[in-house]
């Protein structure tokens, strides 16, 4: 390995670990980050499902029944939790606000920080959904796959919160022509709970929607990575060379724009 | 002569801004048709710096210290003219270039806030490659010469602004940079703590013989530390000259000044040619008198006045600078 690519793996290292420390600074905060959720899942989806199934136990809804349905929505939350988790909140405020000043004097690029604050990010968003997996397991909720189907699952969750990581990145650069974008941050954030399979599984939907949307990379982000958690996977080829495309994209669209909008950045309020 | 550290050469910066109405109407006009303003924030600014030198960048709020400072630094732009700091473009933002600055922003911290002060520390040696046992010796001499080793574990948020001042200064430090911009790193610093930090910026600029340009609106930074001075006024470059000759620009003039054992309450006609400055119980007064008057109207006041206290000065920075912002045709004779 030479020199200047352990430096910089040491640079990535500690940015990771600092932002480890800044996310979990303040206890209480994280603690209702790790049971937030989940409390929300358990008191609005759980009951709602219950309420919906509590008529007649072995409905069937378009395949599922209320234990398939339980399973698909539990799975619904954590791969949103490990694929979806990341806004990009600070980097559109770090622009808006003039803080991205500080990052552009340190040798570190701000691309590189952002990403290794995600990195650090995740690793304990998957602690977290790692956490809650286990304690649904042992309530009975959901039963664990086997360790093959497990990983692939996992990997291709990780793989496509890399995508989503680079499209809000791309909201977030926006923030050098745009001067707030909270509005089209949580636009995407409802378009893409609605369409992923998120709020009810895509099968409840019309078939010619759901066709239409298997071009899109909406369905890739929740629907299909339950269904292979689920032990019941399709359209994984497919999927992938979809998510590729698109981050891909998003990408080069980040790249491009941070060089153009760096040129009209002002540092106001500095 | 070496070549300089930093070279401008008629450097121009402007910004667009838009014009709006107020109220519901002007946001609602605003929203289909927008009027650009443009504002010339640095006009036509050249100078040069030498290694070692450090200098004072002075001028009102809004005059284009900061907007220089964010040029100098890579932050921003320039819209046109030529701009060299180390043989670099700033605005390039090399990696080796950025490893050889230092910003330190009285106004806008750059530590985190979440974390305490060494975490930030490690995460800046880590950047800036400082090998281990330079990082150890560089916070052990500047954590005793400022007086935070006990507060290198506290969490930023937590700190004094006197003691975030510290550590930014420390952060901007730990890596040894070449040249060093402060904007206004005494800002809102108590006068104990402000000493320290001017002591501090000297023993470190006697040591390491770096480059400093310093913004302030706080005239005893400037006194304590510059040899040149450069004043900025509407974004041109108004005066660039060492202290003394600034001291004199208004001419040879002095400030005296006569307190009386009581209030005075008659009209001095002899006094009012040397604009006099009466004290609110009327007790003393402050005269400017150019040298050649100094000692016969003196004399003629001690002679003829009930006066107690007698004291004379060279012109204040501090009253040059007024001066010149209230009326700033008086440099256009100085103008470079």
């Not at chain 1, 939350?77 to 808006?96: C, E, K, P, T, Y």
């Not at chain 2, 974390?115 to 052990?140: C, G, H, T, W």
């Not at chain 2, 200064?169 to 809102?188: C, R």
Request: with cysteine; charged share 20%.
């Amino acid at each position: 390995m030479t020199e200047a690519l352990e430096r910089n793996i040491q640079k990535w290292w500690i940015t990771i670990k600092v932002s480890w420390v800044k996310h979990t600074a303040y206890r209480m905060n994280f603690f209702l980050q790790m049971i937030g959720p989940a409390l929300v899942f358990f008191f609005v989806k759980y009951n709602l499902w219950s309420s919906i199934y509590s008529a007649d136990k072995s409905m069937i809804i378009k395949g599922f029944n209320f234990e398939q349905m339980i399973n698909y929505h539990t799975w619904a939350f954590i791969v949103g939790m490990v694929a979806q988790g990341h806004g990009s909140w600070n980097l559109s405020d770090d622009i808006r606000m003039g803080r991205i000043s500080s990052y552009l004097i340190y040798p570190f690029n701000f691309w590189e920080f952002h990403t290794a604050s995600w990195l650090s990010f995740q690793c304990i968003q998957i602690g977290i959904a790692s956490f809650t997996l286990v304690c649904v397991a042992a309530a009975g909720v959901l039963q664990l796959p086997s360790l093959e189907v497990m990983t692939m699952g996992v990997a291709y969750t990780l793989f496509i919160s890399l995508f989503w990581f680079t499209m809000q990145y791309f909201t977030g650069v926006l923030a050098f022509w745009l001067e707030e974008t909270w509005i089209l941050r949580v636009m995407l954030n409802i378009i893409t709970y609605f369409l992923s399979g998120a709020i009810i599984p895509l099968d409840l939907y019309p078939k010619w929607i759901v066709d239409i949307l298997n071009y899109t990379p909406f369905p890739y982000l929740t629907y299909y990575p339950i269904k292979i958690f689920m032990g019941q996977g399709s359209h994984i080829t497919q999927g992938f060379f979809i998510i590729l495309f698109w981050t891909i994209v998003f990408a080069f669209l980040n790249h491009r724009i941070w060089k153009k909008g760096i040129r009209l950045y002002t540092a106001a309020g500095m | 002569m070496q070549a300089p550290i930093i070279s401008v050469k008629n450097l121009n910066k402007h910004f667009i801004s838009y014009k709006k109405s107020p109220g519901v109407m002007g946001s609602f006009t605003s929203f289909f048709k927008r009027n650009p303003i443009t504002k010339e924030a640095v006009k036509d600014f050249s100078f040069d710096v030498q290694k070692g030198e450090i200098i004072g960048l002075l001028g009102p709020n809004g005059a284009g210290k900061t907007t220089l400072m964010k040029m100098f630094t890579g932050i921003i732009v320039p819209s046109s003219g030529e701009l060299k700091i180390l043989g670099t473009n700033p605005w390039e933002r090399d990696k080796n270039f950025r490893k050889k600055i230092a910003l330190v922003m009285g106004q806008k911290s750059q530590l985190w806030w979440d974390i305490p002060a060494m975490d930030s520390f490690l995460l800046l040696q880590k950047y800036y490659e400082v090998s281990d046992s330079d990082f150890n010796e560089r916070i052990e001499k500047m954590s005793k010469l400022l007086g935070v080793k006990d507060l290198l574990h506290i969490h930023v948020r937590k700190l004094s602004l006197g003691e975030r001042m510290k550590m930014e200064l420390m952060a901007s430090l730990l890596h040894n940079p070449e040249v060093i911009f402060l904007d206004e790193p005494t800002i809102g610093l108590d006068l104990v703590a402000q000493d320290n930090i001017r002591e501090f910026i000297k023993d470190y600029h006697r040591k390491n013989q770096c480059a400093i340009i310093i913004t302030s609106h706080y005239m005893q930074d400037v006194q304590a530390l510059c040899d040149r001075l450069i004043l900025i006024f509407d974004g041109k470059k108004g005066y660039d000259g060492t202290l003394d000759d600034f001291e004199n620009i208004l001419g040879n003039e002095k400030v005296v000044s006569f307190t009386f054992n009581e209030p005075q309450l008659n009209d001095y006609q002899i006094l009012n040619a040397y604009k006099p400055q009466w004290s609110e119980d009327k007790t003393q007064v402050e005269l400017r008198v150019c040298e050649e008057d100094l000692r016969s109207l003196s004399s003629t006041i001690i002679k003829n006045y009930p006066v107690t206290e007698f004291a004379t000065d060279k012109m204040p920075i501090e009253r040059v600078m007024k001066e010149l912002m209230n009326n700033p045709e008086l440099l256009k004779s100085q103008l470079v």
